[in-house]
């Protein structure tokens, strides 16, 4: 695979960083979800340079039992089943109240919409076949074309930070916060962890593949500086999300090199799992609730935020946290059992 068709994927990927940024349903969205299809089915036809690991048909049975979960919603069930669900009892008292039988419905309360939003998984599932297609090569090609937009939106996000609102390329979006080529901060947060992983393969794979000692401190040079780079990002962007999950992500990017010359035992992930839970724990406690409040414009604000009395982060998340568990509580039939048992 060379020439125009060697760039035909990394060309698409820079393509979704850049214009599928947003969840607003826009030309630039269509046009990626469009390309999808034949770069789809492009990747399906061509022949694979060679046999599928084990890592990539894990990776085929999960994108089938996504898309077996997005069918499972629009499939029609009897009255005796969606009833059951939460949410159902205004849509069958609405059909009592017309004087119609209860007819066959999905779990999907809007199919249309639960359609619509299978339509997302497009451009990733278009990647992620065409990445299981191509050589080893063309996937070093990817992962750096990766790195590469996460450092210009990283620089981006510096301007939106220091410049102002002028910089941000939506109009609804996380005013005051790094957002990057996306309207929202968890997003550029998610692009900054992602591509963490990638820096410390492309370290692996390069030192495996250098035999020459000035190279190999040049290398050792980019993966001291890509990894700080990444952090100060996370940290500018100051998404709860991001610095909860950076602790357990940079442990993950590590461990990668660490295996390289040494045996990993079994039980690795759970000092990873612990320290995601301790650093989750940590960044929504306090004073990290009150640190990481977002600056909001004054057209948008409240009247609370404009008396000086706008709620942290922390009392953010902890009010939503109790409405989901209020609503579950009443909502769910098991809920409702174990609630009412006690």
Same mark, same amino acid.
């Given at each position: 695979?060379?020439?125009?068709?060697?760039?035909?994927?990394?060309?698409?990927?820079?393509?979704?960083?850049?214009?599928?940024?947003?969840?607003?349903?826009? $030309?630039?969205?269509?046009?990626?979800?469009?390309?999808?299809?034949?770069?789809?089915?492009?990747?399906?036809?061509?022949?694979?340079?060679?046999?599928?690991?084990?890592?990539?048909?894990?990776?085929?049975?999960?994108?089938?039992?996504?898309?077996?979960?997005?069918?499972?919603?629009?499939?029609?069930?009897?009255?005796?089943?969606?009833?059951?669900?939460?949410?159902?009892?205004?849509?069958?008292?609405?059909?009592?109240?017309?004087?119609?039988?209860?007819?066959?419905?999905?779990?999907?309360?809007?199919?249309?919409?639960?359609?619509?939003?299978?339509?997302?998984?497009?451009?990733?599932?278009?990647?992620?076949?065409?990445?299981?297609?191509?050589?080893?090569?063309?996937?070093?090609?990817?992962?750096?074309?990766?790195?590469?937009?996460?450092?210009?939106?990283?620089?981006?996000?510096?301007?939106?930070?220091?410049?102002?609102?002028?910089? /941000?390329? /939506?109009?609804?979006?996380? /005013?005051?916060?790094?957002?990057?080529?996306?309207?929202?901060?968890?997003?550029?947060?998610?692009?900054?962890?992602?591509?963490?992983?990638?820096?410390?393969?492309?370290?692996?794979?390069?030192?495996?593949? !250098?035999?020459?000692?000035?190279?190999?401190?040049?290398?050792?040079?980019?993966?001291?500086?890509?990894?700080?780079?990444?952090?100060?990002?996370?940290?500018?962007?100051?998404?709860?999300?991001?610095?909860?999950?950076?602790?357990?992500?940079?442990?993950?990017?590590?461990?990668?090199?660490?295996?390289?010359?040494?045996?990993?035992?079994?039980?690795? $992930?759970?000092?990873?799992?612990?320290?995601?839970?301790?650093?989750?724990?940590?960044?929504? !406690?306090?004073?990290?609730?009150?640190?990481?409040?977002?600056?909001?414009?004054?057209?948008?604000? !409240?009247?609370?935020?404009?008396?000086?009395?706008?709620?942290?982060?922390?009392?953010?998340?902890?009010?939503?946290?109790?409405?989901?568990?209020?609503?579950?509580?009443? !909502?769910?039939?098991?809920?409702?059992?174990?609630?009412?048992?006690?």
């Amino acid at each position: 695979m060379t020439g125009l068709r060697g760039a035909i994927l990394p060309f698409y990927l820079v393509l979704c960083l850049l214009l599928g940024g947003s969840s607003v349903s826009n $030309w630039a969205n269509l046009v990626l979800q469009l390309v999808a299809i034949p770069l789809g089915l492009w990747a399906l036809a061509t022949k694979a340079p060679a046999e599928l690991t084990s890592s990539g048909r894990a990776l085929l049975v999960l994108l089938c039992l996504l898309l077996l979960l997005v069918g499972l919603q629009l499939v029609p069930l009897p009255p005796d089943l969606w009833t059951l669900f939460p949410g159902r009892t205004d849509v069958a008292a609405a059909y009592e109240l017309m004087g119609q039988a209860l007819p066959w419905l999905p779990m999907s309360l809007a199919p249309d919409q639960t359609l619509g939003s299978a339509m997302w998984l497009l451009p990733p599932s278009a990647i992620l076949l065409a990445i299981l297609r191509v050589g080893a090569d063309r996937r070093t090609v990817l992962s750096w074309v990766l790195i590469g937009v996460t450092v210009a939106a990283i620089l981006l996000g510096t301007l939106q930070v220091i410049s102002g609102s002028r910089w /941000y390329p /939506y109009e609804v979006t996380n /005013y005051g916060a790094m957002t990057g080529f996306f309207a929202n901060a968890n997003h550029m947060a998610t692009l900054l962890l992602a591509s963490t992983p990638f820096v410390a393969a492309l370290y692996v794979r390069a030192r495996r593949q !250098s035999s020459s000692a000035q190279k190999a401190s040049a290398l050792m040079m980019i993966s001291a500086i890509a990894p700080v780079f990444l952090a100060i990002g996370l940290v500018i962007n100051n998404s709860l999300a991001g610095l909860g999950l950076m602790a357990p992500v940079a442990g993950a990017s590590l461990l990668m090199i660490w295996r390289r010359k040494r045996r990993v035992s079994h039980w690795w $992930w759970l000092p990873l799992a612990l320290t995601g839970a301790a650093s989750t724990g940590f960044v929504f !406690s306090a004073p990290w609730g009150t640190i990481s409040r977002k600056r909001v414009p004054r057209r948008t604000r !409240s009247r609370d935020t404009m008396r000086g009395r706008e709620p942290s982060r922390l009392q953010s998340t902890s009010r939503l946290w109790v409405r989901d568990w209020e609503r579950s509580r009443t !909502s769910i039939p098991v809920m409702k059992t174990l609630c009412s048992s006690k």
